[in-house]
């Protein structure tokens, strides 16, 4: 078992995905503006990322190398369109905006790094820590992004329609750069620099 | 690196294989979720409709045209119009109060560049249609009352060119 918890621990601050590994930066800089949106690409990452390290994991020893990297895009692609379809159906506020980023989590670098990098070289219950944990942390990270560009971005933060603080001063004059594409680089760019000085990322 | 016959035909086999067994599982979810969305799709529609006809009360479907009635009042109709903007179709609804005369044009959904195609949503272009004849939504240079944006032309001459088209479709039928 201590095997298992280092490869999920892992994800969650040494390699996370985001702030380390500097993968999926494009849905963490796009759907990071509201906290919402925050937590629905994470499910759907987390979702597909564990559908596809789970299924990678079970056909590595059959997969002709010579097209694992097909085969692998064809998997990832059929779970993020299931994903795509069920939101559009059963939860169609988030899918409206999310919009073209959930298609895209087909070519999110984590999903098919993991497979690649991970699942295919792994057994399956280590590809499935390693699924559950880079997933954990992309949640975290682009979750502490949402926050801050949420709160700085429109004086509040809700979750879900319910308003869990609000600033009056902020909300009367919010620094609605910060729901801004600008806004994200620098954001991720200033915590990308806070971690580094206080030596949670190190420079290998 | 060579490859034996074998080892290609295999590899063939193997990506064929899980193609198949991709395309199986999407059908599936697609059959699905299919008539779930299609019902948030008429659902979406009917609160747009509500949106134009506050006080509607019920409408009929004939012939591509909707008759909004409150109870047996005739309030006014509704089509549905499509054009290719600058990025994907424009999906818009417009409402009539009468044969003629625009109550308001609504835009169901567009895929156009934020912040410039985009304007087609703001009042200044959206708002102009309320109140205008029907047959008057057409280019100024094609002797009709709209306006088209500066700088996002593609667009905005899109939901005219739309509207125009389907309101000579559409209207032809129209009875009461």
């Known amino acids: ?204 | 690196m060579r490859f034996s016959i074998i080892k290609r035909f295999y590899a063939i086999a193997f990506l064929t294989l899980v193609v198949i067994i991709s395309a199986s599982l999407l059908s599936l979810t697609y059959s699905l979720t299919a008539e779930q969305i299609k019902l948030r799709q008429h659902e979406q529609f009917l609160g747009y409709l509500g949106e134009m006809f506050p006080e509607m009360t019920g409408f009929e479907y004939n012939d591509e045209l909707y008759y909004v009635y409150d109870d047996a009042l005739l309030l006014g109709y509704a089509f549905t119009a499509s054009k290719a903007g600058y990025s994907g179709d424009i999906n818009i609804m417009v409402g009539l109060s009468d044969k003629e005369t625009v109550k308001g044009v609504l835009i169901i959904s567009q895929t156009e560049t934020p912040g410039i195609g985009t304007r087609i949503l703001d009042e200044p272009f959206i708002g102009q249609f309320a109140g205008m004849n029907v047959n008057d939504i057409r280019l100024r240079s094609e002797g009709g009352q709209a306006d088209t944006i500066t700088g996002a032309t593609v667009s905005s001459k899109a939901v005219i060119e739309a509207i125009s088209q389907a309101a000579k479709e559409k209207l032809a039928g129209i009875n009461g």
């Open chain 1, 1 to 204: 078992m201590g095997k298992w918890f280092k490869e999920f621990i892992k994800g969650l601050v040494l390699s996370n995905p985001i702030f380390v590994l500097a993968l999926g930066l494009c849905p963490a800089l796009a759907v990071t503006n509201s906290l919402d949106n925050a937590l629905g690409m994470s499910a759907a990452v987390i979702f597909v990322l564990l559908c596809s390290n789970v299924l990678v994991a079970l056909i590595r020893t059959w997969v002709a190398s010579i097209v694992r990297i097909p085969v692998f895009i064809v998997i990832i692609a059929t779970f993020v369109t299931m994903v795509s379809l069920t939101f559009e159906a059963y939860m169609p506020v988030l899918y409206e905006s999310l919009g073209i980023y959930l298609p895209l989590i087909v070519v999110n670098c984590i999903i098919l790094g993991r497979a690649e990098a991970f699942a295919s070289r792994n057994r399956l219950s280590l590809s499935v820590a390693d699924a559950l944990g880079m997933g954990l942390g992309f949640t975290l990270a682009i979750v502490i992004i949402a926050v801050i560009r949420e709160t700085l971005g429109s004086g509040s933060l809700s979750l879900f329609e319910h308003v869990l603080f609000s600033f009056p001063v902020l909300e009367q004059q919010p620094v609605s750069l910060f729901l801004l594409p600008a806004g994200a680089f620098l954001v991720i760019g200033l915590l990308l620099a806070a971690f580094r000085r206080v030596g949670l990322i190190k420079n290998e």
